[in-house]
């Protein structure tokens, strides 16, 4: 009988946290202060409480919260023009836009106009583009804190095969790209929702990460014995918050497994804390100047 590892995402982001008040320190040192401005537009209930937490973790690592509150009628173009002055304001080290933005905005053409050194959340078409040329950037939150916690618990990625389900821009797809880059080296599957025999494929899986949005999918017909399963689903039901993955149904098959809560969601709030350090550190080295001009199309 397997017994399954617990693999807490609340203390692989303790770790994460611990280093990034340190970093805060020794630039505090050097008399730069650290700021995370963070953008909401309406009133989605679940981006609040993302957003709090994000506001909340930042003040305890000492990184300056500056927080922008916008009605859900707020017009793109208002919405290009704080994104533009927080671009040019010295203070502000880290830009987190929550998406989705409320019907009408573009989340989109918001994220590209945030300038890529101050792009805390890793999504900037310029950030992602770094991710496929396998050059140094600021990667996304979630996959890069999925990465830390397979790393914080010593699970070998290498030369193993991870099935990755789900293709999103802020999970799946670039989490694929983390697993194959050199020098991490794992063999990727990308599936998804329209793959034929999803079960028999995750099956094939040293690693099974499940981001797609469907509550409880992977199931133990989705599990090699011993095969490590990230769940990186947020499911609200009537049941609760559930998981892309059956905790309950996995225990004595998953070799190693992540809760929902507990699991992935504390290490994307990590990892923000964590861009927004690096991006600090990168100003102070270079002085505070933007890395290149952005561009607005009117
Ligand atoms: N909405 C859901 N997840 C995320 C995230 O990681 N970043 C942003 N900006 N919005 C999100």
Do not use: W
């Not at 320190?25 to 401005?37: E, F, H, M, N, P």
């Not at 890793?122 to 996304?140: A, D, M, W």
């Not at 010593?154 to 990755?164: D, K, L, N, P, Y």
């Not at 490590?228 to 098959?253: K, S």
């Amino acid at each position: 009988m397997i017994e399954t590892q617990l693999l807490s995402g609340t203390v692989v982001a303790a770790a994460v946290k611990e280093e990034v008040a340190a970093r805060v320190v020794a630039l505090a040192k050097r008399d730069k202060s650290v700021g995370l401005a963070t953008v909401l537009v309406g009133e989605d209930p679940a981006s609040e409480v993302y957003v709090r937490n994000k506001r909340r973790t930042a003040e305890n690592l000492g990184i300056k919260s500056i927080h922008h509150q916008l009605p859900a009628d707020t017009s793109q173009g208002e919405v290009d023009d704080l994104i533009l002055r927080l671009n040019e304001d010295p203070a502000v080290n880290g830009i987190l836009v929550q998406l989705p933005l409320p019907a009408g905005l573009d989340g989109e053409r918001t994220v590209n106009l945030i300038d890529p050194t101050k792009d805390a959340d890793g999504l900037h078409p310029s950030n992602l583009g770094k991710l496929i040329l396998g050059r140094p950037g600021l990667t996304p939150c979630t996959p890069t804190g999925v990465m830390r916690i397979l790393e914080h618990y010593g699970i070998e990625v290498t030369g193993r095969h991870a099935v990755v389900i789900g293709r999103s821009f802020l999970v799946g797809r670039p989490l694929a790209l983390l697993f194959n880059q050199k020098g991490v080296d794992a063999t990727v599957t990308m599936a998804h929702s329209r793959t034929p025999n999803l079960a028999a494929v995750a099956r094939a899986a040293d690693i099974v990460v499940a981001a797609v949005g469907v509550p409880k999918l992977v199931g133990p017909d989705f599990v090699k014995p011993g095969a490590t399963v990230i769940d990186v689903g947020i499911n609200r039901t009537d049941d609760g918050l559930v998981g892309d993955a059956d905790f309950e149904a996995l225990q004595g098959i998953a070799g190693a497994m992540t809760p929902v809560p507990k699991g992935v969601g504390p290490m994307t709030v990590a990892m923000l804390m964590h861009n927004t350090v690096t991006a600090a550190e990168a100003a102070c080295s270079r002085g505070n100047r933007p890395s290149s001009p952005v561009v607005v199309e009117r």
